[in-house]
């Protein structure tokens, strides 16, 4: 009799910090397959920034971390028929900075002594409608 085993022995584990070297909590970590980016492996990073994807065959994976706010790490990998250790991977934060933000307000009412006035562009409504259905 012969039998055919594939090898799942092959891991990589890791553990993800930000700048400051504090643990990131709930990153994603994926492994993909590289021809077509569909998912073979995830799992998220524990309180303490470790992650482990395990059970994994020989072959080529894009590694890829995800955690909002920070930009996505990505990594071409080949397993021979070892484990990899990615040590410690520290994460860069996006930032995004506006010159300037406007804020601009329609007084929708507006009371005076005993009248009441209702600047219509305040509110959203159908050129078919009345002044009963702004009210």
């Known amino acids: 009799m012969l039998f055919s085993f594939k090898n799942y022995a092959q891991s990589i584990t890791g553990k993800v910090l930000d700048k400051e ?3 990131l909590e709930y990153v994603a970590v994926a492994l993909l397959n590289p021809q077509d980016s569909v998912l ?10 470790d992650f482990e994807l395990n ?25 021979q028929e070892q484990d990899i250790s990615f040590g410690s991977i520290i994460l860069g934060d996006t930032t995004n ?11 929708p009412i507006t009371i005076k ?4 006035s209702y600047n219509t562009k305040a509110f959203k409504i159908r050129i078919e409608d009345s002044a009963e259905d702004l009210l």
């Open 97 to 107: 900075t506006l010159d300037e933000v406007v804020l601009q307000a329609i007084i």
């Open 21 to 23: 070297n504090t643990a």
């Open 113 to 116: 002594k005993d009248t009441i």
């Open 40 to 49: 073979v492996s995830y799992t998220t990073t524990n309180k303490y920034g």
């Open 55 to 79: 059970n994994l065959d020989t072959g080529s994976y894009i590694f890829q971390l995800n955690f909002v706010g920070f930009d996505v790490y990505q990594k071409k990998i080949t397993f």
